[in-house]
């Protein structure tokens, strides 16, 4: 079925390990988005891409870093887990050439860091 | 800049009563609005969306919303509460003409009781 696809869901790291939470649309969308979700906070943009090759920060990226090689990838990196990026990881894509606008989110990666 | 303000984190309503949910916005160009359902355990799923034209929206499950700018609120409707409504809902945000990339707000959670 056409949608977003994360991977893994869930993810329990150790302090200072790193790992790659993996992101893949198959409906040829050029937006692509991170967010986290924390009680009470709702969703906080981490980074965002515009189209393959173009990448930008959202309102939470430190910690956090991306790339834009393909438009159907969108890896989201963790350098150096901390406790604090316990949270739950949503994937989201949009084309603006369709006229929705609107996001198609994936299933979310539910990462613990100890 | 952009930004979404929720008013109240939870809603309590009985079944077949009336579902109100609120959602503010700020935005220095004409907006593009959102409601996204959030089930246990799941993404996010698009509800209804304003972008241009009618006020009034309707999406999926019987929900709707009207777009008023001169109070800048989007709030969501439903006529009869279903136990099955039971969830939590987010508002967004995003500008025309921008980078359409959504700010959410921090969610409502919908009780219904039976």
């Known amino acids: 079925n056409a949608g977003v696809t994360q991977t893994p869901k869930f993810q329990v790291l150790k302090t200072g390990q790193s790992m790659t939470l993996q992101c893949a649309q198959d409906m040829n969308h050029e937006y692509m988005s991170w967010y986290r979700q924390d009680p009470g906070m709702g969703l906080r943009l981490i980074h965002y891409?515009?189209?393959?090759?173009?990448?930008d920060q959202g309102e939470v990226p430190n910690g956090y870093n991306v790339s834009r090689s393909t438009t159907e990838d969108f890896p989201l990196r963790l350098l150096s887990a901390a406790p604090s990026q316990t949270s739950v990881y949503f994937c989201a894509s949009s084309s603006r050439g369709s006229g929705n606008y609107g996001y198609t989110f994936g299933s979310g990666t539910r990462l613990t860091v100890v | 800049a952009q930004s979404v303000t929720q008013l109240g984190s939870h809603v309590s309503v009985s079944e077949g009563a009336l579902v109100l949910l609120r959602c503010n916005y700020s935005?220095?160009?004409?907006?593009?609005l959102f409601w996204y359902v959030q089930y246990p355990n799941q993404g996010l799923q698009l509800l209804l969306k304003?972008?241009?034209?009618?006020?009034l929206v309707k999406g999926i499950n019987g929900f709707e919303a009207e777009f008023k700018k001169s109070e800048t609120s989007f709030h969501l409707t439903k006529p009869s509460a279903h136990m099955s409504d039971a969830a939590e809902y987010f508002c967004a945000v995003s500008e025309s003409g921008g980078s359409y990339i959504p700010t959410f707000g921090r969610g409502t959670s919908l009780i219904v009781h039976p």
């Open positions: 935005s220095s160009v004409p907006p593009y």
């Open positions: 891409s515009v189209g393959a090759g173009i990448t």
């Open positions: 304003y972008t241009t034209g009618a006020t």
